[in-house]
């Protein structure tokens, strides 16, 4: 059973590891570091990811800025508590990391699969440019009883037929994680600069749904 569930989230991304180490949490005696990993995307952008991982895993100190790697591992979410106020944070958690000796042989950077379920009404919406998006929360377990809510954002096609998913349906999906930087004001007239993560779909396939029993949707172009 727990294999099984490891295998409902599974993610692999590459690049270059972009600030320090941080000292995150620790259990059991062990403790967990966190960085940030600039991922390429297929333009001449990236994403700056996010990823967790456990001191006996590999030696902290070997992930200096600038060492390009591979990260194996989980999209995992995590309530945060500050000020009294609930926020979720999203991590890759590391369950294997390579380190690559030429940026050049990076293939695939960014890629993931989830299978999880609707967890809250997919909302549809078109941007002023006139692209149609439906933006999706789904729940995926992991061991102990836990789950990981992840955003997800599917686009066209695939996000006309996402729009009449509802709450408990079972999907899997793949595609990239992607950050997104936003701007928050704060009731003193300060704005923060705000980074978001979500998962870009471009396939997805429901397993069991009532109101959607056709099964596989067409795959759709990489955003």
Aim: with cysteine; glycine share 6%.
């Amino acid at each position: 059973m727990v294999g099984n569930i490891i295998e409902n989230n599974m993610v692999t991304i590459s690049g270059k590891v972009c600030s320090n180490m941080e000292f995150s949490h620790e259990v059991y005696g062990e403790g967990f570091y966190s960085f940030m990993l600039e991922v390429p995307r297929l333009s001449d952008s990236s994403d700056k990811i996010s990823v967790t991982v456990s001191e006996r895993l590999v030696d902290k100190s070997k992930l200096e800025i600038g060492k390009v790697i591979e990260v194996e591992g989980q999209f995992r979410s995590y309530n945060s508590y500050n000020n009294e106020s609930n926020k979720l944070i999203l991590t890759v958690f590391a369950r294997e990391v390579n380190f690559i000796d030429d940026e050049k042989k990076i293939k695939n950077p960014n890629q993931i699969f989830l299978n999880g379920y609707i967890c809250k009404k997919p909302v549809y919406r078109t941007t002023p440019f006139g692209r149609e998006i439906t933006d999706m929360l789904i729940a995926v377990n992991r061991p102990y009883n836990k789950s990981d809510y992840i955003p997800c954002i599917a686009w066209g096609r695939n996000a006309r037929y996402s729009e009449s998913l509802i709450i408990g349906d079972n999907i899997k999906i793949w595609g990239r994680i992607q950050s997104r930087e936003y701007q928050k004001k704060l009731e003193n007239g300060e704005v923060l600069t705000k980074t978001a993560y979500e998962v870009s779909i471009s396939k997805m396939e429901i397993v069991s749904s009532g109101s959607n029993p056709d099964g596989e949707q067409p795959e759709e172009e990489n955003i």
